[in-house]
């Protein structure tokens, strides 16, 4: 079983900037995908950014050229700075791993506020 931890959500001003980090742990044997998603409120969850394991990654058209995801494999983290944050980025923001045989992990989710 994977855990998920979440750090760096916030408040932030229209323009802003946040680094959002999301660490796995527990049995890790490979991470095929590491990526974020994001929840507007009565909104779905709708992709963010996803980085794979042979270094593709793949971005919403909302956030291309703002958002730029990486990820330490090393330390089995992955990570999501973002860049001239607008009110639209409001979301509660999910992390999601999946792993060895398509098992897929969420994060308890981090609320990202923006203000105008």
């Known amino acids: 079983q994977v855990q998920l931890v979440e750090s760096g959500g916030g408040l932030v001003q229209a323009g802003g900037s946040l680094r959002l980090s999301c660490a796995a742990t527990g049995s890790i044997f490979s991470l095929n995908l590491m990526g974020w998603y994001r929840q507007a409120p009565g909104k779905q969850r709708d992709l963010v950014a996803t980085f794979t394991s042979d270094g593709r990654t793949n971005y919403a058209d909302s956030v291309k050229g703002r958002f730029t995801i990486s990820r330490d494999n090393a330390k089995n983290t992955v990570y999501l700075q973002m860049n001239s944050l607008t009110p639209g980025d409001t979301a509660v923001y999910y992390c999601?791993?999946?792993?060895?045989?398509?098992?897929?992990?969420w994060g308890q989710g981090t609320q990202v506020t923006v203000s105008s």
């Open positions: 999601l791993v999946i792993g060895l045989g398509g098992i897929a992990s």
